[in-house]
């Protein structure tokens, strides 16, 4: 198993441009997740997802959007890429939504916006 | 999500057993106490979780005391492999639409002494 594969691991984006962190596990999955960690405060919930088809937002969802058509993938779209959004982001996933079983994550996108 | 203590830091010497405190006086019945830990510039890593019982599996231990107030993640022969980041959460099992985060505090560092 590969768990859950994030791609890419590092990213320099300037003001203004837009990209999408890719997310994928192979675990069939029923619950998904982006987080971001930044220095001091811990990690907080962007976006999450219960099941394909179905998306909400988290605490922090301002400047990204998410979608889920298949089981396995669930990339996180920046729109227009600010400093602020600069980060380490990390996916995770678990086989159900309600916490009863233990998250996966995968090992992070370091992105820099300048 | 109801708050958990942990110290800030601890030591341990290699090869003895380690054991991390988490005080959650606030439990309630639904809520679950997870362990993740953070090895340096990686993800999240899940440990272990329980309700009520103590749970074992072949990371560590999980000692929840009868009131559930506390709990103490056991490791049972501390490595270089383990110096990490540990982080006791409270999650509870239904929380509801737009509750699906992992709430990580600071967490304890553990040092693993050669």
């Known amino acids: 198993n590969a768990g859950v594969t994030q791609t890419p691991k590092f990213q320099v984006l300037k003001t203004g441009q837009s990209m999408t962190l890719q997310c994928a596990q192979d675990?069939?999955?029923?619950?998904m997740s982006w987080y971001r960690q930044d220095p001091g405060m811990g990690l907080r919930l962007i976006h999450y997802?219960?099941?394909?088809?179905?998306?909400d937002q988290g605490e922090v969802p301002n400047g990204y959007n998410v979608s889920r058509s298949t089981t396995e993938d669930f990339p996180l779209r920046l729109l227009s890429a600010a400093p602020s959004q600069t980060s380490v982001y990390f996916c995770?996933?678990?086989?159900?939504?309600?916490?009863?079983?233990?998250?996966?994550f995968g090992s992070g996108t370091r992105l820099t916006v300048v | 999500d109801a708050k958990t203590t942990q110290p800030n830091s601890m030591e341990s010497n290699e090869e003895e057993p380690v054991h991390l405190p988490c005080n959650h006086s606030?439990?309630?019945?639904?809520?679950?106490i997870h362990w993740y830990r953070q090895l340096p510039s990686q993800g999240p890593e899940y440990v272990i979780h329980?309700?009520?019982s103590n749970v074992n599996n072949r990371m560590a231990s999980l000692a929840i005391a009868e009131d559930r107030k506390s709990s103490t993640l056991i490791l049972h022969r501390a490595t270089l492999r383990d110096a990490a980041v540990y982080y006791c959460?409270?999650?509870?099992?239904?929380?509801?639409?737009?509750?699906?985060?992992?709430?990580f505090g600071k967490g304890t560092k553990l040092s693993v002494i050669p």
């Open positions: 675990m069939n999955h029923e619950y």
């Open positions: 329980g309700l009520t």
């Open positions: 997802s219960v099941g394909a088809g179905i998306t």
């Open positions: 959460i409270l999650s509870p099992a239904y929380s509801g639409a737009g509750s699906y985060q992992l709430t």
């Open positions: 995770a996933s678990s086989y159900r939504w309600d916490r009863s079983e233990g998250y996966t």
């Open positions: 606030t439990i309630s019945g639904t809520d679950y």
